[in-house]
């Protein structure tokens, strides 16, 4: 359907067209791009080619080194945009594939690219909305007639995270130190964290907006839904287990969050729509919806450690397991008055399935430690060592295409000496 061919194993269908933040050797400028098979189409090219009535107004948004004045102009801008580079890079339309000139210029391989985070993120706010996910923690905490908290099946469950730690795939994270009490007949002691944990998340980065004490409707959530990218919230589990009564989440979870560098837009996904959930009870009426706004996203998690010649899956599981769908957590989030901005960060929480293979922690899949996990070749884990590489990916499946997200990668670093 493109002049340019894609294998159909690619993340970067015709169907997806993502966008990110790039730069290359000979021009460090960061610019926004557009994925297509091993391709970037740089938008700063042939920004003069968007005429539709809203983009051509705002033509300089292609000219900026974030998507969030992009995400700012709305819901209609970014479907005018998609639509207009669905026929630029269609088979059948000359303008880019008959230009030998311009297709130089507007064209750079992914191979020579550096990737960089997507828009200048102002919040970051994680929820916990994966039932399966939030059963387990709470059976290994609280026992099974207590996994659930009261609110949990009410509201989506959330708090805000640290927006200045969230960092582009392939940056490497730094083993947190902390206050952590192992023993709980003795005082707390300080130290570098052992149970460095990952997490399996998916966000979504909101544009549009809202004015404060204005909140956004359900009705409406999706126009504020720019699109999507996978996450690693890494979590240093006994940092965690000790100060996160009574406020939550702090040092176990601030010190790096990692996201794949291309947003994959929601009308992309679309098309993998499922039905919700059904939710018993029923929830309150500003977060009832009726149509279908969960996902069939296939997600893998595969750990490599410096010693090991591959990586090993230890994690396969879907996006569809969630609870509360993304349209709930935004007017949950705004129902209150709260004003998001463009650029604004909001995350599933952990994505756990059913099945022990679907846990989404490393907590989950050695049971808060109490049994290994076999990576092959005599190796195994519980929690992350120092120098274990970390891969996140995740693609919805089409027929003979994918739309996926390309990589989402962080190595461990020993922690700072103190």
Not at 8 to 14: A, E, G, H, I
Not at 258 to 273: D, G, N, Q, R, Y
């Amino acid at each position: 359907m493109s002049f340019i061919k894609v294998d159909p194993t690619s993340d970067f269908s015709y169907h997806n067209l993502p966008y990110g933040i790039f730069s290359t050797p000979d021009n460090p400028k960061r610019r926004i791009g557009v994925a297509i098979g091993d391709q970037i189409l740089d938008l700063s090219v042939i920004k003069s080619l968007f005429q539709g009535p809203v983009i051509s107004k705002h033509k300089d948004v292609f000219d900026q080194p974030t998507l969030n004045a992009f995400m700012a102009l709305g819901y209609e801008a970014w479907r005018e945009a998609r639509r207009t580079l669905q026929v630029l890079l269609s088979a059948n339309e000359s303008t880019l594939r008959d230009d030998v000139s311009l297709r130089s210029r507007a064209f750079v391989h992914q191979s020579a690219a550096t990737m960089h985070l997507p828009a200048d993120i102002g919040d970051y706010t994680d929820f916990y909305s994966s039932r399966d996910h939030a059963t387990n923690v709470g059976i290994m905490f609280r026992g099974k007639e207590n996994a659930l908290m009261p609110n949990w099946l009410r509201l989506p469950v959330g708090y805000h995270g640290r927006a200045s730690s969230v960092i582009v795939s392939g940056t490497p994270i730094r083993r947190p130190s902390g206050q952590t009490r192992p023993d709980q007949t003795k005082p707390p002691v300080f130290g570098p964290s052992k149970q460095l944990d990952i997490e399996l998340e998916m966000a979504f980065f909101v544009g549009g907006g809202n004015q404060q004490g204005e909140p956004i409707p359900i009705q409406k959530a999706h126009e504020h839904i720019f699109g999507m990218v996978l996450m690693n919230d890494w979590s240093a589990r006994d940092i965690q287990s000790w100060e996160y009564v009574p406020l939550g989440p702090f040092l176990g979870k601030n010190f790096g969050t990692t996201i794949s560098p291309w947003v994959v837009p929601m009308e992309a996904l679309l098309p993998f729509a499922e039905p919700n959930p059904v939710q018993d009870p029923e929830p309150l009426p500003y977060l009832q919806h009726t149509d279908a706004y969960t996902f069939n996203i296939n997600l893998f998690v595969s750990l490599k450690g410096q010693d090991m010649a591959e990586s090993a899956t230890i994690c396969r599981s879907n996006f569809k397991y969630m609870y509360w769908t993304m349209k709930q957590q935004l007017a949950h989030h705004t129902v209150n008055g709260c004003n998001i901005r463009p650029g604004d960060l909001l995350a599933s929480g952990t994505i756990s399935g059913p099945d022990p293979e679907s846990f989404g922690s490393m907590l989950e899949l050695s049971w808060r430690g109490s049994k290994s996990i076999d990576l092959g070749g005599g190796e195994t884990r519980t929690f992350l060592k120092d120098g274990d590489e970390v891969t996140i990916t995740g693609y919805c499946q089409g027929d003979g295409y994918r739309v996926g997200f390309g990589p989402c990668m962080g190595t461990i670093l020993p922690a700072v000496k103190h």
